[in-house]
């Protein structure tokens, strides 16, 4: 079995790759749109489909979504905190609040976990990762009562969001016991293996270490919630409930995800700190390669 370090050098090749790509103008930032698009509504729901619908669901991963949504809110309540300590304006407040609660379960958080337990381990990703849509709506809704908005964009983004569908369709194909035949099933074999190399290039092409100077001091606050206290947080309320194997494992491993990067759409949507923001994503996804090896060493 690979080194936690051989696993996460993976990705991290990956998106240096990207890195390179741009900085050599073979790429440009605004491809990683084209290649997340690409992402969002062919690879990555091709994948989730193909695993999902033949998968053996059990109670426990059942669970995961709601461990996620609660942990979600503990990560909120201490943002919320915090900032108010400090005396923070309501748009740095709610910033550092959707940034510390929002996880990057699935864009990121589906390679490493492939990568680490597998398959099996990335079926219970899926429904880890089943919180996020969840939230983004709940945040949207909160955001256009706070600060203005239309409340249906933020549903019409939910329903279209591809990737919900997948799960939906594969739920429903996996629980009538259907088949799709060899042509289908291949064809979205092909398709979702390209699912982590365009990611990680995706975020490779992202990466923008100017951003790094606004707001260290908030950034490297929300990293450590992220990326420390959460896994510590998600392991205390899974082990209240009694709930371990594999479950468990992708759970304290996704909850350690640098924060999503829909959480800068709703910054953007809604006119909060995107200066902040974008530091806040970039210095977690940075700091998530070297403390996901960490976790990944007590994990297996």
Same mark, same amino acid.
């Given at each position: 079995?690979?080194?936690?370090?051989?696993?996460?050098?993976?990705?991290?090749?990956?998106?240096?790759?990207?890195?390179i790509?741009?900085?050599?103008?073979?790429?440009?930032?605004?491809?990683?749109?084209?290649?997340s698009?690409?992402?969002?509504?062919?690879?990555?729901?091709?994948?989730?489909?193909?695993?999902?619908?033949?998968?053996?669901i059990?109670?426990?991963?059942l669970?995961?979504?709601?461990?996620?949504?609660?942990?979600?809110?503990?990560?909120?309540?201490?943002?919320?905190?915090?900032?108010?300590?400090?005396?923070?304006?309501?748009?740095?407040?709610?910033?550092?609040?959707?940034?510390?609660?929002?996880?990057?379960?699935?864009?990121?958080?589906?390679?490493?976990?492939?990568?680490?337990?597998?398959?099996?381990?990335?079926?219970?990703?899926?429904?880890?990762?089943l919180?996020?849509?969840?939230?983004?709506?709940?945040?949207?809704?909160?955001?256009?009562?706070?600060?203005?908005?239309?409340?249906?964009?933020?549903?019409?983004q939910?329903v279209? @969001? #591809?990737?919900?569908?997948?799960? +939906? $369709? =594969?739920? %429903?194909?996996? *629980?009538?016991? &259907?088949?799709?035949?060899?042509?289908?099933?291949?064809?979205?074999?092909?398709?979702?293996?390209?699912?982590?190399?365009?990611?990680?290039?995706?975020?490779?092409?992202?990466?923008?270490?100017?951003?790094?100077?606004?707001?260290?001091?908030?950034?490297? @606050? #929300?990293?450590?919630?992220?990326? +420390? $206290? =959460?896994? %510590?947080?998600? *392991?205390?309320? &899974?082990?209240?409930?009694?709930?371990?194997?594999?479950?468990?494992?992708?759970?304290?491993?996704?909850?350690?995800?640098?924060?999503?990067?829909?959480?800068l759409?709703?910054?953007?949507?809604?006119?909060?700190?995107?200066?902040?923001?974008?530091?806040?994503?970039?210095t977690?996804?940075?700091?998530? $390669?070297?403390?996901?090896?960490?976790?990944?060493?007590?994990?297996?």
């Amino acid at each position: 079995m690979p080194s936690p370090i051989e696993i996460i050098l993976v990705p991290t090749l990956m998106i240096a790759l990207g890195y390179i790509l741009k900085r050599q103008d073979i790429l440009t930032a605004q491809d990683s749109k084209i290649l997340s698009k690409i992402v969002l509504t062919v690879s990555l729901p091709s994948l989730v489909f193909v695993n999902l619908s033949t998968a053996n669901i059990n109670s426990d991963m059942l669970v995961l979504p709601f461990a996620a949504f609660l942990l979600s809110i503990i990560c909120m309540v201490i943002a919320y905190l915090f900032c108010k300590s400090r005396g923070y304006s309501k748009v740095k407040t709610w910033t550092i609040m959707i940034a510390c609660a929002m996880m990057n379960t699935g864009f990121f958080g589906f390679p490493i976990t492939l990568g680490v337990f597998g398959n099996e381990g990335f079926l219970n990703a899926i429904f880890f990762d089943l919180e996020t849509t969840v939230i983004f709506v709940i945040f949207g809704m909160v955001l256009v009562s706070l600060f203005g908005g239309n409340r249906k964009e933020v549903l019409k983004q939910a329903v279209g @969001f #591809v990737p919900l569908w997948a799960v +939906i $369709l =594969a739920l %429903i194909f996996n *629980f009538l016991n &259907l088949e799709y035949g060899y042509v289908i099933e291949t064809s979205l074999n092909y398709m979702g293996q390209a699912t982590i190399p365009l990611i990680m290039i995706s975020l490779g092409l992202t990466l923008d270490f100017n951003e790094i100077k606004h707001s260290i001091g908030d950034s490297l @606050f #929300v990293a450590f919630v992220k990326l +420390i $206290l =959460a896994p %510590i947080i998600i *392991f205390f309320i &899974l082990s209240a409930i009694n709930l371990g194997g594999l479950s468990f494992k992708v759970a304290i491993l996704e909850a350690g995800m640098s924060t999503a990067m829909n959480a800068l759409v709703l910054a953007i949507t809604y006119d909060l700190d995107t200066k902040l923001m974008s530091s806040v994503i970039f210095t977690n996804t940075i700091l998530a $390669l070297v403390t996901l090896t960490g976790i990944i060493t007590f994990l297996i």
